[in-house]
């Protein structure tokens, strides 16, 4: 035992030791290793979006979406250099963000320190300066803001493509400032999330980072309501870029499309349903798919291993948002019980269903046109 103890005390001091030796003399340690996306996830983007090339980490801006780290920050100054390859390229770091993206959008809620190209043209709702603005259900208030929660820069510093561009993002008890090549710009206050993950940001056009690097903070206390969703484990089974993991009948794979973040079905040609199957089978699974149905008189089926969730069903139909709208379906398929929320809202705990020991896929399955997006699963234990 005492040994075991030793070894793990050896261990600790050893990896203190390694992250110490990262920091260099102002207290920063690198984010990015110039090599691989070794302390990141991959939220909903996969590896083709994001490649390294002489120590830059080079985004594809497809699909749309983002990468985050793997520890939440709470108190921290971040560095790094950004610069667009295509004029009016856009991309974002954000801040204090959930483990996975938000309901029907391919983003989380957090808050955005905006990174636009200088020809996408500023405008009275926005700069391409260092904007920062709460997005997606996190709030902040601006400073320099102008009536709505954007704060806007002070100056215009920033340089077109293909220029480099030095951010300074200043996180600390919940307000935020942002130093555009050497100069504070833009500044936030009462910051919620104030503690959570950091991301970065892949929106359509070629963006490089480099030099990423991170001074942690002291912490203080902070309330539960300003922590963002801590990591639960998610995985995106949808790449974005195709149909790869998918699977169904030759007829009905013709009416899904891989449409960036969006997977879309034009529905059936026959009067029946369009299905569609991942090759990947799963156990106890916990899920989030969100969907959108597009005609008024037409639903939708998620097929859980052996529990098919349809939105024709009273129970699942009173929380539905209306027609064109997304919805969130998130569950658990442990066993032979079942619990499922639809937009927050609980429709069944401890649902008994029929079901069989064995790994099943997921299928989505839809009688007219609809949309699907973050197609998150994770595995669990056979108990809770």
């Known amino acids: 035992m005492r040994s075991t103890r030793y070894s793990v005390l050896l261990a600790s001091l050893l990896a203190a030791t390694a992250v110490a030796a990262e920091r260099d003399d102002e207290g920063f340690s690198p984010l990015l290793n110039g090599k691989d996306l070794t302390g990141w996830v991959l939220t909903n983007t996969p590896p083709a979006t994001w490649t390294f090339?002489?120590?830059?980490?080079?985004?594809?801006?497809?699909?749309?979406?983002?990468?985050?780290?793997e520890r939440m920050y709470q108190n921290f100054i971040l560095e790094l250099e950004w610069r667009h390859m295509v004029p009016r390229g856009n991309a974002g770091v954000f801040i204090w963000a959930d483990d996975i993206t938000a309901r029907g959008v391919p983003f989380h809620r957090g808050i955005e320190v905006q990174v636009l190209e200088n020809a996408y043209g500023n405008t009275q709702?926005?700069?391409?300066?260092?904007?920062?603005?709460?997005?997606?259900?996190?709030?902040?208030?601006?400073?320099?803001?102008?009536?709505?929660?954007?704060?806007?820069?002070?100056?215009e510093r920033s340089k077109p493509s293909p220029e480099w561009n030095h951010y300074r993002i200043t996180c600390q008890d919940g307000e935020i400032s942002l130093a555009v090549n050497g100069k504070v710009v833009t500044q936030g206050k009462d910051c919620s999330p104030r503690k959570g993950y950091i991301c970065l940001e892949s929106e359509g056009g070629i963006v490089h980072y480099r030099n990423v690097r991170i001074k942690s903070l002291p912490d203080t206390p902070v309330d539960a309501v300003h922590v963002a969703i801590?990591?639960?484990?998610?995985?995106?089974?949808?790449?974005?870029?195709?149909?790869?993991?998918?699977?169904?009948?030759?007829?009905?794979?013709?009416?899904?499309?891989?449409?960036?973040?969006?997977?879309?079905?034009?529905?059936?040609?026959?009067?029946?349903?369009?299905?569609?199957?991942t090759t990947e089978l799963f156990g106890n699974v916990g899920f989030v798919i969100d969907a959108k149905i597009k005609q008024a008189d037409k639903s939708l089926k998620l097929r859980v291993r052996d529990v098919t969730i349809d939105t024709a069903d009273p129970a699942i139909a009173k929380h539905l948002e209306k027609v064109g709208s997304w919805n969130r379906f998130e569950g658990v398929q442990r066993g032979n019980l079942l619990d499922l929320s639809v937009n927050g809202r609980e429709v069944f705990q401890g649902h008994v269903v029929q079901s069989t020991l064995d790994s099943r896929p997921i299928t989505l399955s839809t009688n007219g046109p609809a949309e699907f997006a973050n197609i998150y699963v994770r595995t669990l234990s056979p108990k809770p």
């Open 53 to 69: 090339q002489e120590d830059m980490l080079i985004c594809s801006g497809k699909p749309v979406g983002e990468l985050r780290t």
């Open 125 to 155: 709702s926005h700069t391409t300066h260092g904007d920062i603005f709460p997005i997606h259900g996190a709030t902040m208030t601006p400073i320099n803001g102008r009536g709505g929660g954007r704060a806007f820069p002070t100056e």
């Open 230 to 277: 801590a990591n639960r484990g998610y995985r995106s089974i949808y790449t974005g870029l195709d149909l790869s993991g998918w699977t169904g009948e030759a007829e009905a794979l013709t009416a899904w499309h891989a449409n960036d973040w969006v997977l879309s079905c034009d529905g059936p040609k026959n009067n029946q349903e369009a299905s569609l199957t």
